[in-house]
């Protein structure tokens, strides 16, 4: 880069999970003068009844943080939407950045790409091209084509985005960026997991079950299921809260059923390097949480993807995809130490700040035009 000026660079991050996988890439951007990092914290981050983890943001040692709260618990998912758009829509008036970079699928990066197009700010998508089930897919992909710039996971990820008629020259394929924290020498230690939250069991599922906004008038036969299956094992279990879509307080209210249970511990959330520290250490996890089907392939521990959530994200022997019924969820359950541990590189190799930090170094990447076309093309590759 020969600018004098450092690039201004907003990241916005409305969850727990979303910040883990930016963390990396905020930081290496950070670590260089050329560019002025900013953060705009909202969402789960904002929430006390979810951790109010906007600390973890602001214990990692970004400079320029902004705290928005979008949102109250009766809030739908557009009014979270519009809030989120607003906040936004006005900080960047003030701030006047040089790029907004968003993450995944949640309504806060469908607000943040939308803030970037309506007021021509280069707008880059981490992790888009992917398939998420349910009202997620819908969002990711508006996100991907309110977006100026893509960096992807993976070939997979990069085809779906040429089908959508995005331009070759805008997509990056980087991995993902929770692969260079997940491969990092510097997680803490199973050990120092457990005295942070307090839990001495030697073995341990895990237990991450989000509601699916599409199937509400079934969730609480869902959860009711999936917790009748967890307690009848009489294993170890570690819980973390859902999301906070609709329908979290159902799975809330089931989850009161391990109180007084010994072999349940229960949490509103978990900093991401100590998620994944316990995570590759479990014996498998259970739910429809992304984790299921992203990291724990990566560790090779065995995985319990329940209903439709991640449906056709991931295929692997690692990860097996259960109705959720009685019988299937019951099998499931039993069978877990017959499925291999066998870990695979599916998302990267854990290189992904550095791609994204060199590309954002190209005098050319900056010279990206906000205006977009749809790229028609006669024929893919399938």
Not at 20 to 27: A, C, H, T, Y
Not at 113 to 136: F, P, R, Y
Not at 259 to 279: D, H, I, K, T
Request: charged letters at 25%; hydrophobic letters at 40%; glycine letters at 8%.
């Amino acid at each position: 880069m020969t600018d004098a000026a450092a690039r201004k660079v907003v990241f916005l991050t409305g969850t727990r999970a979303d910040f883990g996988k930016l963390k990396s890439l905020m930081l290496r951007l950070q670590a260089d003068p050329a560019f002025d990092v900013r953060v705009f914290v909202t969402g789960m981050h904002m929430l006390a009844k979810y951790g109010y983890t906007c600390e973890e943001v602001e214990r990692s040692g970004f400079k320029n943080i902004h705290k928005y709260i979008n949102q109250n618990s009766n809030d739908s998912m557009d009014q979270v939407l519009a809030k989120t758009i607003g906040g936004l829509s006005d900080y960047v008036k003030e701030t006047s950045p040089d790029m907004l970079i968003v993450h995944g699928d949640r309504v806060e990066a469908l607000a943040g790409a939308t803030v970037g197009a309506l007021n021509n700010i280069l707008t880059g998508h981490i992790e888009g091209g992917e398939v998420s089930g349910t009202v997620d897919e819908l969002i990711r992909h508006a996100v991907s084509k309110l977006s100026h710039l893509h960096f992807v996971a993976n070939e997979r990820a990069r085809t779906r985005l040429i089908q959508l008629g995005e331009r070759d020259d805008t997509i990056h394929v980087v991995g993902s960026p929770d692969i260079d924290i997940m491969n990092s020498q510097s997680l803490p230690g199973i050990d120092a997991v457990k005295r942070r939250y307090d839990f001495g069991f030697a073995n341990y599922g895990i237990l991450l079950f989000h509601p699916v906004t599409s199937e509400l008038e079934d969730l609480r036969r869902q959860i009711g299921v999936v917790v009748d299956q967890v307690i009848a094992t009489k294993r170890n279990y570690v819980v973390i809260y859902p999301n906070n879509d609709h329908g979290s307080d159902t799975i809330l209210e089931e989850y009161r059923r391990f109180g007084g249970l010994a072999n349940f511990r229960v949490y509103p959330s978990m900093r991401f390097e100590y998620f994944l520290s316990l995570l590759r250490h479990a014996d498998f996890i259970i739910g429809n949480s992304s984790a299921a089907v992203r990291e724990a392939p990566h560790f090779g521990v065995p995985a319990i993807n329940l209903g439709s959530r991640q449906y056709n994200r991931v295929s692997c022997a690692s990860v097996a995809d259960v109705p959720i019924e009685p019988e299937a969820v019951g099998r499931a359950l039993a069978g877990w130490e017959r499925m291999p541990r066998e870990p695979l590189a599916l998302f990267g190799h854990g290189d992904s700040a550095a791609r994204f930090h060199d590309i954002l170094r190209l005098p050319e990447f900056w010279k990206t035009r906000t205006q977009k076309y749809f790229v028609d093309r006669t024929s893919m590759v399938e």
